[in-house]
């Protein structure tokens, strides 16, 4: 019996501790359940876990930010003929790390290494035994890359990639700039290259030529769009969407001729594979309007494939000077003619002379005997040039030299550009620049003296654009004649000039028979400067050690093109020099006069809008569009009246005035011509009283003063 009831009472104990343990476990179940619903409700009410805002990070792993990129701008040639366009290159990688599945389960990783390698062989320029190599790092990577054979690939061998549906196999876009031409003006256009932002995106950057100068109008502005989107990046219809357009790039379009351009660059690298010279340049310019038809230099490079980029990063038209020799005759005699210093008849004693202890030779030593002032051009005396030099003066010359500009930088729309140096501090200095000797100077200032020839002595800037067009096609600004400063000499001295360059021709007394194109009318002047020694004192000696140039116009007696080639020591001189430049000069010059036999004759003026009623900012657009600069007269809004009316024709880069409600104001006149300072006397009408010639260096009353009816403004102008 006793034994039955101690059974019992275990049996009663293990009892109670069961239910005491179950109590337990219940309570704690409950009281971790009550954690949970606590902990659940808090998220739900604060939406915060470790002061984390739950509904923030879900948009945000829901929510895509895309950047829409701008398109860089085209660059066409004057005929709308695509130079520069953007395009898009790809760099292939291959994720190798098997974690890597996406949301259907499926591996995003290499899966067959062998096939993979055999099937991109076909296409990449890396045998299968080259891909394998680097599908199989000797370290664990999660993803590789395929050095350069798998960098640079089209959109072409990207699909056609794609189209193999290769597990792993993903790519990296690259913008990049196409340039189809190859070696075509290739430091004028310049080169556009991606660089990384501080954001650590890509974009097209210019480093060279008109890409760098222009990279704000031609590099855009990128657009966004931020959107919702599910597990399998679809956008989710119901999703918000934030939107702003891309703003594509201006389009740039050039004053470059592509036909003349290709065939240019084709007779300097005949040039430059045959002789072998240091450096070339050769432009032709249209001297009308310093419009650019065609430039280029060797050594050159190929943007596309920047092959030859290394060795010729310096754009020689702008950033090189050089003594230009003898073709700086020209300014000399035009100087000499206007001034009243130029006597073709009076005799000189040729062959050497001595001015201030040195000895000046011309190139033939012995020189022609007793020769007339007439013939010193077209023999290009350097002895008869000093004579003519000497009769001007010093202070006569300088002053001519100053007016063209020498030692100034043109301004042109190419960087880097130096501005030369012009030595003129004694007899010496003073007598060889008369022979382009101790004067250093740039192609494109060159360019623009001889632009005179063009306008009866007036410079124009050389340009290289011709118009700038919006991604729509309307034009935003177009081409200014831009004139520099006033003229430089007379009608009257182009004549002599013009008929001294075409006595240059002249097999007798001429230097530049060899130039000569028969039954066309052209004029020209050779040039072969001396190279100072890079190492000290004096010049270089050699048959070789010279810059040799040609600089032609046509036609002769009214010239408009005005073709210009340099050439530095050709390394193989197996022919003469005029012999090297003439098979450049001569087949470029007879392109450029069928070009101008075929084409329409292009006209220099523009037709003045009608502005009345605009307000002064559509005005001044419009203005721009055409080549027109808009002076506002007035502190009114919308214009009342203008002093040119509509269709009247102007000369491009030409002033137009107009009238606007309200206070007038004096503008600051510095600058300006005689013929603006009455043009805005007729229109605000006050009398003017100028004094001098040149452009305006003050004014009488200070600009910003009120103008009344009646005023008298004084007014003066300097050269």
Not at 6 to 35: C, D, E, M, P, S
Not at 304 to 315: A, D, V
Not at 456 to 463: E, I
């Amino acid at each position: 019996m006793k034994k039955k009831s101690n059974l019992k009472l275990q049996k009663t104990r293990a009892h109670g501790y069961r239910f005491t343990v179950g109590r337990i476990l219940q309570l704690a179940v409950a009281l971790v359940f009550l954690v949970f619903i606590a902990r659940f409700i808090y998220i739900g009410v604060s939406k915060k876990v470790s002061g984390q805002d739950l509904s923030a990070r879900t948009h945000q792993l829901y929510k895509r930010n895309q950047v829409l990129k701008a398109n860089r701008g085209t660059i066409f040639d004057r005929d709308g003929l695509a130079i520069a366009e953007d395009s898009h290159l790809y760099t292939i990688y291959a994720i190798l790390d098997k974690s890597s599945i996406n949301y259907k389960n499926k591996p995003e990783y290499v899966v067959n290494k062998e096939k993979t390698a055999k099937k991109l062989a076909t296409v990449l320029p890396l045998s299968k035994k080259q891909i394998l190599k680097y599908l199989n790092p000797k370290q664990k990577a999660f993803q590789v890359q395929f050095g350069s054979g798998g960098s640079g690939l089209t959109k072409a061998q990207k699909q056609k990639i794609e189209k193999m549906k290769l597990p792993g196999i993903k790519f990296l876009e690259t913008p990049s700039r196409l340039y189809p031409n190859g070696d075509f003006a290739s430091h004028i256009v310049g080169l556009a290259q991606p660089e990384y932002d501080k954001n650590g995106n890509q974009n097209l950057v210019g480093t060279m030529g008109l890409e760098a100068w222009l990279n704000n109008t031609l590099k855009g502005k990128d657009g966004y769009r931020i959107s919702s989107v599910d597990a399998s990046e679809t956008q989710m219809p119901n999703g918000s969407q934030t939107y702003k357009a891309a703003q594509n790039g201006k389009d740039v379009y050039l004053t470059i001729d592509s036909q003349l351009q290709t065939y240019l660059e084709s007779r300097l690298d005949y040039v430059q594979d045959k002789y072998d010279p240091v450096h070339m340049t050769a432009v032709v310019e249209d001297m009308k309007t310093g419009k650019i038809l065609a430039a280029s230099q060797r050594p050159t490079f190929n943007p596309q494939t920047k092959k030859g980029l290394t060795n010729s990063y310096r754009n020689i038209l702008v950033q090189d000077t050089y003594e230009p020799g003898s073709v700086f005759k020209i300014l000399t005699l035009a100087a000499a003619a206007d001034s009243g210093n130029y006597h073709p008849n009076e005799y000189y004693r040729s062959g050497s002379v001595t001015i201030g202890g040195a000895t000046i030779h011309d190139w033939l030593t012995s020189g022609w005997g007793t020769i007339p002032l007439s013939d010193a051009f077209a023999h290009s005396s350097n002895t008869g040039f000093v004579k003519i030099e000497r009769e001007m003066g010093g202070k006569t010359w300088l002053k001519y030299l100053k007016r063209f500009r020498i030692g100034q930088k043109t301004g042109v729309t190419l960087p880097g550009e130096q501005a030369g140096i012009l030595s003129f501090n004694g007899p010496v200095d003073q007598a060889v620049t008369s022979f382009g000797q101790g004067v250093n100077v740039n192609v494109m200032q060159m360019m623009q003296a001889f632009s005179s020839l063009g306008n009866n002595g007036q410079m124009v800037k050389p340009q290289f654009i011709d118009k700038i067009t919006d991604s729509d096609g309307k034009t935003i600004e177009g081409y200014q004649i831009k004139k520099v400063g006033r003229p430089v000499y007379s009608a009257a001295a182009r004549k002599v000039v013009t008929d001294n360059m075409k006595k240059v021709l002249n097999k007798q007394i001429g230097t530049g028979s060899a130039y000569k194109i028969p039954g066309e009318s052209i004029a020209i002047k050779t040039g072969t400067a001396q190279i100072a020694n890079p190492k000290g004192g004096g010049y270089l000696k050699g048959d070789s050690n010279y810059i040799f140039s040609v600089v032609g116009v046509t036609p002769a007696d009214n010239p408009r093109y005005c073709v210009y080639i340099t050439m530095k020591q050709p390394r193989r001189m197996s022919d003469s020099a005029e012999k090297i430049l003439a098979s450049i000069f001569k087949p470029v010059m007879s392109r450029v006069i069928l070009m101008s036999k075929n084409a329409k004759s292009a006209s220099t003026k523009v037709e003045t809008p009608d502005l009345k009623g605009m307000t002064y900012e559509k005005a001044k657009e419009k203005t721009k569009s055409i080549g027109l600069n808009i002076v506002k007269i007035g502190d009114g809004e919308k214009i009342t009246n203008q002093l040119y009316s509509k269709g009247q024709k102007q000369e491009s880069g030409s002033k137009v005035f107009v009238l606007t409600s309200g206070k007038i104001l004096y503008p600051n006149m510095t600058g300006w011509s005689k013929e603006d300072v009455h043009q805005f006397a007729n229109l605000a009408r006050i009398k003017v009283s100028v004094q001098g010639s040149g452009s305006v260096t003050s004014q009488s009353i200070e600009a910003g003063s009120v103008l009344k009816a009646g005023d008298t403004i004084k007014i003066s102008l300097k050269e």
